[in-house]
Every structure is written in C-alpha cells, then in structure tokens.
C-alpha cells in the first residue's frame, strides 16, 4: 500500500519538477517526453520506496508497553464542570 501510494506521490512530483525543469532548460537530446517520463519514473521509484519502507516499519506488531501507551493516548478526555458562582455574588 505505501508504494503504491507512494508511486503515485512521485509520479505527479515528477511531472511537477520535470515539466518546470524542461521549461526552464529545455528537454534535451532525449526530446519531450522521455525526459519527462524519466523524471517521473525516477521520482516514483523513489518515493515507492522509501513510502513502502515506512509501511512495513508502522505495520510491526507492538509491543504490549507500546499498545498500553498508545490505548491510553487515544481515551476521551476528562470534562470537568466549572463551578457555578450566582449571579448575585459576581459584582
């Protein structure tokens, strides 16, 4: 899942950085559109895999501290009441 998105991530940063490369230098011998495919492929590939690498490592089985730790951080917090003062003790 996180090659995939990550291909599709550095397929359009690639024609984002190619088409602005290309414009600003021009194409090259390559001509058109193999220079920005080769800006594409280049870019998904790596975005795949380094999205790919951070998948695996966030799909690890955790450790029960660490599934303890993140339970507690995602409990509804505690909503305490403010203490009502009457209207007439304000002033």
Known sequence: MGAMMGGSVGLII?????????IRFGPGPNGFMRT??????????TF???????????TEELSPI?????????????????????VEERQ
């Open 66 to 86: 660490a599934a303890q730790a993140f339970a507690r951080a995602q409990r509804q917090p505690m909503i305490l009441q403010r203490p009502r003062i009457p």
């Open 48 to 58: 795949g895999f380094f999205m790919s690498i951070g998948s695996a490592i966030r």
């Open 14 to 22: 690639g024609f984002i950085f190619g088409g602005v490369n290309m």
């Open 36 to 45: 920005l495919g080769q800006y594409m492929i280049g870019s998904a590939a």
